[in-house]
């Protein structure tokens, strides 16, 4: 079964720094990847997705992700931090023909001023 | 008006009590999902429904249950709640055109108590 790891529950970054978040995925037929993000007292919501093609996807607020099939990865960043970017972030995983939708564990971003 | 909406959005309730977590949805998507999440696991699928007939366990559906009333509404339900089953609850919904590549829409979440 297809599966996602995400690295360190908390991550801390200051305003205008990079933010890099880590997602490795395991899954021996291709794989559709997902970021989803949940702002305080709020659902989830798709910040960005992979399926087939171009292996940088931008998404919104200023965030991208790289697919790359060699490392197993796919990494969110985005240039410069706001303060705005405190939430939760979460890495999902899919495959053609299996009825799941995997979510890593989470990352909480801290932004500090 | 949200799009999916889940009641109540908070429940506090005692050991032993049945209780349920309503969600409906007027984006018009044939398969909805019950996740729970749990601080430093994540979401876990419970129950996923991809049209009116059609239930399925997810990975951690014993103590649940769910009804699929009509292709709007979904429901969660704890027969006799334990305090292990304090979590968010998050109903969501997809639409089976776009797949498992398609984006789940979610609810604000239903944060349920067991003391």
């Known amino acids: 079964a297809q599966s996602v790891t995400q690295l360190g529950s908390h991550v801390s970054v200051s305003e205008g720094a990079l933010v890099l978040l880590r997602c490795n995925y395991s899954?021996?037929?291709?794989?559709?990847l997902f970021w989803y993000v949940q702002y305080p007292n709020q659902g989830l919501q798709l910040l960005l997705k992979?399926?087939?093609?171009?292996?940088l996807v931008k998404g919104i607020n200023g965030f991208e992700a790289e697919f790359k099939k060699s490392e197993t990865s796919f990494h969110l960043t985005k240039p410069s931090a706001h303060m705005s970017d405190a939430a939760e972030f979460f890495c999902?995983?899919?495959?053609?023909?299996?009825?799941?939708?995997?979510f890593g564990k989470g990352n909480q971003v801290v932004v500090i001023p | 008006d949200a799009d999916v909406t889940q009641t109540p959005r908070n429940r506090i309730t005692k050991t032993g009590k049945r209780i349920m977590l309503e969600c409906s949805q007027t984006?018009?998507?044939?398969?909805m999902y019950w996740y729970r999440q749990d601080p430093g696991l994540g979401l876990r699928l419970i129950y996923y429904?991809?049209?009116?007939?059609?239930?399925n366990k997810g990975e951690i559906s014993d103590g649940y249950s769910v009804s699929r009333q009509a292709q709007a509404k979904f429901s969660l339900s704890l027969e006799s709640a334990i305090p292990n089953q304090t979590a968010l609850y998050f109903c969501?919904?997809?639409?089976?055109?776009?797949?498992?590549?398609?984006?789940?829409?979610f609810g604000e979440g239903s944060r349920l108590t067991v003391l």
């Open positions: 999902a995983v899919s495959v053609r023909g299996n009825n799941r939708l995997a």
């Open positions: 429904s991809f049209d009116v007939k059609d239930i």
């Open positions: 899954s021996s037929v291709p794989p559709y």
């Open positions: 984006k018009g998507h044939d398969r």
């Open positions: 992979y399926t087939t093609g171009a292996t």
């Open positions: 969501a919904t997809s639409d089976s055109g776009t797949g498992w590549a398609g984006e789940l829409f």
